[in-house]
C-alpha cells in the first residue's frame, strides 16, 4: 500500500482496520493460532489501551478488525502492539521466525450508523464469503468475536463482552446502540464486498 496520509478521524468514530500475512504463512484460522490471539487480545484489553479492539475476525491470510481509538496516534501504536503481538502468536503456534504482516494497515473510519452496520455484518460475517468454508448455519464464525456480539437477529442472549472475554466493550455510540437503528444482523447473512463498511 503505498504511504500516503492516514484517513483522518476523531476519538468518537470506530474504524475498520485490516491487516493482511505475507504469503507462507499458515492459516490464521488454525484453533491453536485463534486461542493465542484471543490471549494477547484479553491483555490489551486488560491494560485499558487507548486502542481497543472491540470485533475481530481471522480469515486464512487477513484479519479484520473493528475498534475504537482515542486518536491517530493511539490507533497507530495500538496496531503496532497488535501486530507485534499476532507475530510472536504466529511464531510459537506454527514454529517459525520471520516477518508475518506483508502491508501497513488499511484503515476506513466509520462515520454514520449504517456504515457501522455494514462493518460489523462484514467483519463477523466474512467467513462466509469463501466457497471452501462451510455453507452458513446461522451459528458464529469460531475464529471471528460473533460469540459474544450481542446483535444477532433471533439468537438469545450471549456472553458480555468485556467481562470474561478478550473483547473490549464499546465506548461510542454508533459502536454500542446506533448502528441499529437499521436492525439487527441475521447470522446466515452472506456479505458481498458491495457490502464492505464504505457504503453509507
Same mark, same amino acid.
Given at each position: 500500500?503505498?504511504?500516503?496520509?492516514?484517513?483522518?478521524?476523531?476519538? #468518537?468514530?470506530?474504524? &475498520? *482496520?485490516?491487516?493482511?500475512? @505475507?504469503?507462507?504463512?499458515?492459516? =490464521? $484460522?488454525?484453533?491453536? %493460532?485463534?486461542?493465542?490471539?484471543?490471549?494477547?487480545?484479553?491483555?490489551?484489553?486488560?491494560?485499558?489501551?487507548?486502542?481497543?479492539?472491540?470485533?475481530?475476525?481471522?480469515?486464512?491470510?487477513?484479519?479484520?478488525?473493528?475498534?475504537?481509538?482515542?486518536?491517530?496516534?493511539?490507533?497507530?501504536?495500538?496496531?503496532?502492539?497488535?501486530?507485534?503481538?499476532?507475530?510472536?502468536?504466529?511464531?510459537?503456534?506454527?514454529?517459525?521466525?520471520?516477518?508475518?504482516?506483508?502491508? #501497513?494497515?488499511?484503515? &476506513? *473510519?466509520?462515520?454514520?450508523? @449504517?456504515?457501522?452496520?455494514?462493518? =460489523? $455484518?462484514?467483519?463477523? %460475517?466474512?467467513?462466509?464469503?469463501?466457497?471452501?468454508?462451510?455453507?452458513?448455519?446461522?451459528?458464529?464464525?469460531?475464529?471471528?468475536?460473533?460469540?459474544?456480539?450481542?446483535?444477532?437477529?433471533?439468537?438469545?442472549?450471549?456472553?458480555?463482552?468485556?467481562?470474561?472475554?478478550?473483547?473490549?466493550?464499546?465506548?461510542?455510540?454508533?459502536?454500542?446502540?446506533?448502528?441499529?437503528?437499521?436492525?439487527?444482523?441475521?447470522?446466515?447473512?452472506?456479505?458481498?464486498?458491495?457490502? #464492505?463498511?464504505?457504503?453509507?
Amino acid at each position: 500500500m503505498p504511504h500516503r496520509a492516514r484517513e483522518p478521524f476523531a476519538g #468518537r468514530f470506530p474504524c &475498520h *482496520v485490516t491487516l493482511k500475512v @505475507r504469503r507462507g504463512v499458515p492459516s =490464521l $484460522r488454525s484453533g491453536k %493460532l485463534v486461542r493465542e490471539f484471543e490471549r494477547s487480545l484479553t491483555s490489551l484489553r486488560q491494560q485499558r489501551s487507548e486502542c481497543r479492539v472491540v470485533h475481530y475476525s481471522l480469515q486464512k491470510d487477513h484479519l479484520h478488525l473493528i475498534v475504537e481509538a482515542s486518536d491517530r496516534e493511539a490507533l497507530g501504536r495500538g496496531m503496532k502492539t497488535l501486530g507485534t503481538r499476532l507475530a510472536r502468536a504466529v511464531h510459537r503456534v506454527f514454529g517459525r521466525s520471520g516477518g508475518v504482516l506483508s502491508d #501497513r494497515y488499511h484503515l &476506513h *473510519v466509520l462515520r454514520t450508523p @449504517r456504515e457501522v452496520r455494514n462493518a =460489523l $455484518r462484514y467483519v463477523l %460475517l466474512n467467513a462466509h464469503k469463501h466457497p471452501r468454508r462451510p455453507s452458513p448455519d446461522g451459528r458464529p464464525d469460531p475464529a471471528s468475536s460473533g460469540r459474544w456480539f450481542e446483535g444477532w437477529r433471533g439468537r438469545g442472549r450471549v456472553p458480555e463482552a468485556g467481562l470474561d472475554t478478550p473483547m473490549a466493550v464499546a465506548r461510542s455510540w454508533l459502536l454500542r446502540s446506533g448502528w441499529r437503528r437499521h436492525g439487527l444482523i441475521d447470522p446466515s447473512d452472506v456479505p458481498s464486498d458491495g457490502s #464492505r463498511s464504505n457504503q453509507a
